[in-house]
């Protein structure tokens, strides 16, 4: 699907005309719109995103006139970087933050963010890298993860001492628990673009050490170019949260599987664990899978049973939610 943003129109007669700038304001007014793709995909129960630049970007691009529309520049772009088309794509999110370029160059750029997602006998080739690579702290699969306790929850409490006011203070430690889940509190799998945004904050990724010129060694997770860490995580948060109320899991799932390969692919994008008997039953109530017939023999013990996504679901009926049922950690 396109999103609105294709049809985006700036009326002539509210913008100055150029000719009438001087020459450094129209420098100044300089935009540039790239295009930036979300490209996701799960292979043997890893989430993983494409990349370029060996890891350290995603697929761009800036939009030019000869693009028949956004999306067009889009494909167009990730085809031509990595050789890979687009199948399933939505639009994500638009970003134009003048502080968080990687330098205070002109033009002034607008990037446009696209959520796509892929099967993962797709997602063999080079330039696919984990999510887990750049979130370390965002996989509960097998409990909360130690560079949380080791690094995140100490590092963050200097940050909230280091506040002005006592109120900051005590602002700073409510929302470092709220959001990391300390102190007790329970974690949200869908807050990982404010736990990137909070880590930016307080100086702990690479990304804000580079932009205020300091040395980039200890900051958390893998970083990327200018923005695209951050535009990561908010796919991964948008996809999180879809996964509940749309049954876009089977874009990324082959034409058969079974119920285990399905739970492992919900559980890696989740970063959390499923009750495999409540998964299995919450399966067979929504109707959102059939069986083929056929079987595998891939498991250890009895043949699985291979399933395929029942397509008519989505015409019979509009989801109310999926409510899966996640393990607590």
């Not at 997602?117 to 080079?126: F, G, I, N, Q, S």
């Not at 006011?165 to 409510?174: K, Q």
């Not at 079987?295 to 989505?314: I, M, N, Q, W, Y």
Request: hydrophobic letters at 40%.
């Amino acid at each position: 699907m396109g999103g609105a943003a294709d049809g985006l129109a700036i009326p002539p007669a509210f913008l100055p005309a150029v000719s009438d700038m001087p020459g450094s304001q129209r420098a100044s007014r300089s935009v540039v719109v790239d295009l930036i793709a979300v490209l996701a995909a799960v292979t043997a129960g890893e989430p993983r995103v494409m990349t370029v630049a060996k890891g350290g970007a995603l697929p761009s691009g800036p939009f030019e006139l000869a693009h028949r529309s956004l999306q067009q520049g889009l494909r167009d772009w990730v085809e031509q970087q990595t050789h890979h088309p687009l199948g399933y794509v939505e639009q994500l999110y638009t970003f134009a933050d003048k502080d968080r370029a990687d330098a205070d160059t002109a033009p002034r750029t607008i990037s446009i963010s696209y959520l796509g997602l892929t099967r993962e006998h797709d997602a063999a080739e080079a330039g696919w890298h984990g999510w887990y690579e750049y979130f370390p702290w965002e996989d509960h699969r097998a409990g909360p993860p130690p560079v949380i306790g080791r690094v995140l929850a100490p590092a963050l409490s200097a940050w909230a001492e280091d506040a002005p006011t006592t109120g900051m203070r005590s602002e700073r430690r409510l929302r470092a628990a709220a959001t990391f889940a300390l102190d007790g509190a329970r974690w949200n799998e869908e807050l990982t673009l404010q736990r990137y945004e909070m880590l930016y904050e307080a100086g702990i990724v690479a990304e804000r050490l580079r932009r205020e010129g300091k040395s980039e060694e200890g900051g958390a997770g893998r970083p990327m170019i200018a923005d695209h860490r951050r535009i990561l995580a908010t796919g991964i948060a948008r996809l999180r949260a879809k996964i509940k109320y749309r049954p876009v899991v089977f874009e990324l799932m082959p034409p058969t599987f079974t119920l285990l390969q399905l739970q492992r692919c919900v559980e890696a994008i989740a970063g959390r664990t499923l009750h495999k008997q409540n998964f299995r039953r919450l399966m067979e109530q929504q109707e959102l899978v059939e069986e083929t017939g056929g079987t595998t023999s891939e498991s250890l013990g009895r043949p699985a049973k291979l399933f395929r996504f029942r397509h008519t679901v989505v015409e019979e009926r509009a989801l109310a939610g999926t409510k899966l049922p996640l393990a607590p950690t």
